[in-house]
């Protein structure tokens, strides 16, 4: 629960002063670890695996660890707490997922390969849901601050960052809530590609729970407390491809009959399962008594158990689930600060080439690297950042700047990074990073709109890449229009988001497919 806390945290927190402590939660999960390469971390966890099982499953991953939340609050009601039974793993789901999973992972698919990765699914889910409670808090806190003539607390905005992830989210939500408060760990086991990685090699675990067959009653206990369903009572055998080390078994066993302890050795044949955990015949020594004194051969006499199969059919409906979005379209009227105007909020304009953050090297580097979990979405205080709603880079982050710009000093989306789609950089890096060029559109410009003096676009540019000249060349006292000097632009947005020309500014930006330093 620590580090569930913790990692939720880290999607909430949009000062991002937690991740300067605990940042390296979200760098230990393993799909962030393996596109980031990061060898040492991918071997850590898989050597944790085969020493101990899924340990990742059960304590790191903060899908996993919210699974157990919701079954926990479930098992509160009445005979909630052994509401488990034994059921033979869904092989062809499993591993027909997990295929589905490394083939678009090679595709360089990874709008659809962030659909089914555990960490980033869970992002989604905290930063639709659980990000703006926490906002809205933080508000309620800051007007009470306020009237206590405090600023301790200072208020954010509180808006839907994406329609398509929230639609994503919701969808995800309903699935993991569902199969978890009826069966558990459902998710890990049939559909999580890393549970069944892990899985497989967990089979091999060096420690792990086992079955003591001289003491155990077939009381059925251990199995309808296993989250995982992986405990065959009948047959005394665990499916530790499934077994997300939760320890429930030993915690509920009232006969001794289980321990956690290492697996080759004394009463091997007891600890076997197949790699799906399906029962077969499997033979139990009932008496060994050894002649030592006269040095006699000894006598083993041994009896076959009966094969049993178990077959548990179940039928799931989901319910269709239709999310009402608000239409991007929808004009929304709001005050301008110190003036009694009104004025429509801006609309995007159409980029040929989508804006993606300083450090990110370019679109190909980013796309392969990106899981879509929304951290550094989280974090942007300048509300820049946002999920894409295009399919190629579907939840991927993109800027955009109709409610902010990207400030030179911040550099917070690349600190928080876990997979090295942004690289770490400095404030004197960003400056000097070209991540787009601002494009003049004279047409919506105010000067020719309004034939009224403006500039705004000029004195709010930090590297001076944009300058005023005479709208009539013959005439220096004429009204000036923008020109833009793309050798020094860097695509921070500033003059995009001040520009005052509604619905769409007078100057926007272009991406560039590759970052380039100036």
């Known amino acids: 629960m620590i580090c569930f806390a913790l990692i939720t945290l880290l999607f909430l927190d949009f000062t991002g002063t937690i991740h300067a402590w605990f940042g390296w939660l979200a760098k230990i999960q393993f799909l962030p670890a393996l596109l980031a390469l990061n060898v040492g971390v991918v071997i850590a966890l898989l050597a944790l695996t085969l020493l101990f099982g899924r340990v990742y499953c059960s304590v790191i991953c903060p899908l996993g660890v919210f699974q157990d939340v919701i ?13 488990f039974t034994y059921s033979p793993a869904l092989t062809w789901l499993r591993y027909g997922v997990f295929a589905l999973f490394v083939i678009l992972l090679i595709a360089g698919v990874h709008a659809a390969v962030a659909l089914l990765a555990p960490y980033s699914a869970y992002g989604r889910i905290a930063n639709a849901f659980f990000a703006p409670i926490y906002q809205w808090g933080n508000n309620l806190l800051a ?5 206590a003539d405090s600023y301790a607390f200072y ?63 077939n009381c059925n206990l251990c ?6 369903s992986c405990i065959d009572s009948k047959n005394h055998s665990i499916d530790y491809s499934r077994c997300v080390a939760c320890m429930n078994c030993l915690d509920n066993c009232k006969h001794d009959a289980l321990h956690f302890r290492f697996a080759y050795g004394a009463k091997k044949a007891n600890t076997q399962s197949t790699p799906d955990g399906d029962p077969t015949a499997r033979r139990s020594f009932l008496s060994a008594i050894g002649l030592l004194a006269s040095g006699a051969a000894l006598k083993a006499q041994e009896e076959l158990t009966k094969k049993r199969q178990y077959q548990v059919n179940r039928t799931q409906s989901y319910t269709d689930t239709r999310t009402m979005l608000p239409d991007p379209k929808t004009k929304v ?32 580097h980013f796309t392969q690297h990106c899981t879509a979990c929304q951290l550094c979405v989280s974090v942007c205080e300048n509300h820049v950042l946002r999920p894409s709603t295009n399919l190629d880079r579907l ?56 034939n009224v003096e403006c500039g705004n676009c000029e004195r709010h540019c930090p590297t001076k890449a944009i300058t005023m000249v005479p709208k009539d ?3 220096p006292k004429s009204l000036k229009l923008p020109i833009v000097n793309e050798e020094k632009c860097i695509g921070c947005g500033a003059c995009e988001n001040l520009c005052p020309a509604r619905p769409f500014s007078a100057i926007y930006v272009e991406g560039h497919e590759r970052h380039r330093e100036i």
């Not at 609050?73 to 909630?80: A, E």
């Not at 549970?195 to 967990?202: E, S």
């Open 71 to 83: 079954s926990w609050i479930h098992g509160r009601r009445k005979k909630g707490r052994t509401r």
């Open 143 to 147: 007007l009470l601050a306020e009237r």
């Open 155 to 217: 208020s954010v905005d509180v808006w839907i960052k994406g329609g398509a992830t929230l639609a994503v989210a919701t969808v995800t939500l309903i699935v993991v809530v569902v199969l978890a408060w009826k069966n558990g760990r459902t998710y890990c086991n049939t559909i999580c590609p890393v549970g069944t990685l892990l899985g497989t090699v967990a089979r091999f675990s060096l420690w792990r729970p086992v079955i003591d067959t001289d003491k155990c009653k």
């Open 223 to 228: 199995a309808r407390m296993c989250k995982a």
């Open 333 to 364: 009227i709001q005050k301008v600060d110190g003036g009694f105007a009104t004025i429509i909020n801006k609309e995007i304009p159409d980029r040929a080439t989508p804006i993606i953050p300083p450090g990110a090297r370019g679109i190909l």
């Open 395 to 450: 939840m991927q982050p993109e800027m955009s700047y109709e409610r902010g710009y990207c400030r030179p000093e911040c550099v917070k989306c690349s600190e928080v990074c876990p997979t090295g789609a942004i690289k770490p950089i400095t404030r004197a890096d960003k400056s000097a990073i070209q991540i787009g060029h601002a494009v003049v559109i004279p047409h919506n410009c105010i000067v020719n709109v309004d």
């Open 473 to 475: 060349p013959n005439d």
